[in-house]
């Protein structure tokens, strides 16, 4: 039974930082593209970023260069996202998410995702 738990959000003011991480269980982790997705109120889920099996390819929305970072620990089995100088327009529900192949940024390309961690950036 695969499972991806999220954890690390929270509130923050505007220029803060916070650091996501998503623990993975059930699955051969160090096999598996990661991603991180997130969904803002009444808005469609969008991709924020993504990270090869192996650590060495990352691929970010354009939104988010520059502030956040995608990294991950196949030895703990956890992905994680450093994300720092935050806008209230990060603000959403963020969510992990699991594929065997090469890095995708389309929601449907994952095949498992975690229940999500609410990021609320104040102003």
């Known amino acids: 039974q695969v499972q991806l738990v999220e954890s690390g959000g929270g509130l923050v003011q505007a220029g803060g930082s916070l650091r996501l991480s998503c623990a993975a269980s059930g699955v051969t982790f160090a096999s598996y593209t990661m991603g991180w997705f997130r969904q803002a109120p009444g808005k469609e889920r969008e991709f924020v970023a993504a990270?090869?099996?192996?650590?060495?390819?990352?691929y970010y929305t354009d939104s988010v260069k520059g502030r956040f970072t995608i990294s991950r620990d196949n030895a703990k089995n956890t992905v994680y996202l450093q994300m720092n100088s935050l806008k209230p327009e990060d603000t959403a529900v963020y969510y992990c998410?699991?594929?065997?192949?090469?890095?995708?940024?389309?929601?449907?390309?994952?095949?498992?995702w975690g229940q999500g961690t609410q990021v609320t950036v104040s102003s």
């Open positions: 998410a699991a594929r065997r192949l090469a890095i995708m940024a389309k929601s449907n390309a994952y095949e498992y």
């Open positions: 990270i090869g099996w192996s650590g060495r390819s990352t």
